[in-house]
């Protein structure tokens, strides 16, 4: 089975803070990515990766950068913390063939005061 | 650009009817993929289907189904015998292009199956 995890189900920071979300993946696969989900608004896609040091903006990538330093990992960061960040943040992988199906994490709840 | 639109943003049925989630998607593509996701209260997106462009099947398992019609770009999804643990959010999600390409989702129905 594919399993993707994330390093924190719940997250609570401050405005302003610099915050790191952890996605780690155990399936060898080429392509990962970070969607977030509000209500109303659906999954949208902030970042994705499809190789290793390799990153590209999705939809809504303002106020966010990523890191993909080794395959199995891929990290967000909010350089900077902002209560529109407030959000459910879903880090997805794919193998990368054409066919190919998205695996989704658990998900982190992250709240910015 | 690609669009997928779930009409339905809730729907509440008793246990046992019968109950379909519409999607309706939009792209120039000529190749892509339509996927089905569900969302349990836990949070996790759980995969359910994916269907490329050139497969018009419809496709059967076990209660679920879903029709997929390129004249009317429609993929809808059917539960036959809802239950209780049917309840949760369905997204219906686009990907037109490379694998590395993200998915366009919808914005989900809220499926609420009553005892």
């Known amino acids: 089975d594919v399993k993707v995890t994330q390093s924190s189900r719940y997250l609570v920071k401050r405005t302003g803070e610099k915050v790191f979300l952890e996605c780690v993946q155990d399936?060898?696969?080429?392509?990962m990515f970070w969607y977030r989900q509000d209500p109303g608004l659906g999954l949208r896609l902030i970042y994705f990766?499809?190789?290793?040091?390799?990153?590209e903006k999705g939809d809504i990538p303002e106020g966010y950068s990523v890191s993909r330093e080794k395959k199995e990992r891929f990290s967000l960061i909010l350089e900077s913390a902002s209560t529109n960040q407030t959000s459910m943040y879903l880090c997805?992988?794919?193998?990368?063939?054409?066919?190919?199906?998205?695996?989704f994490g658990p998900g982190t709840r992250l709240t910015v005061l | 650009a690609q669009k997928v639109t779930q009409a339905q943003t809730e729907i509440s049925v008793v246990e046992k009817e019968d109950v379909t989630l519409d999607c309706v998607y939009e792209?120039?593509?000529?190749?892509?993929?339509l996927f089905w996701y569900k969302q349990p209260p836990s949070g996790e997106l759980v995969f359910l289907i994916r269907?490329?462009?050139?497969?018009?099947q419809n496709e059967i398992s076990g209660r679920y189904s879903w029709n997929f019609q390129k004249s009317t770009s429609s993929f809808n999804f059917t539960i036959t015998a809802s239950q209780v643990v049917d309840s949760a959010v369905y997204f219906c999600?686009?990907?037109?292009?490379?694998?590395?390409?993200?998915?366009?989702f919808g914005k989900g129905t809220h499926l609420i199956i009553q005892p």
């Open positions: 997805a992988s794919s193998s990368g063939t054409r066919t190919d199906t998205q695996y």
């Open positions: 999600a686009l990907r037109a292009g490379g694998g590395a390409d993200g998915l366009t």
């Open positions: 399936m060898d696969h080429e392509n």
């Open positions: 990766s499809y190789d290793v040091k390799m990153k």
């Open positions: 269907r490329n462009s050139f497969d018009e």
């Open positions: 792209t120039r593509d000529t190749t892509y993929y």
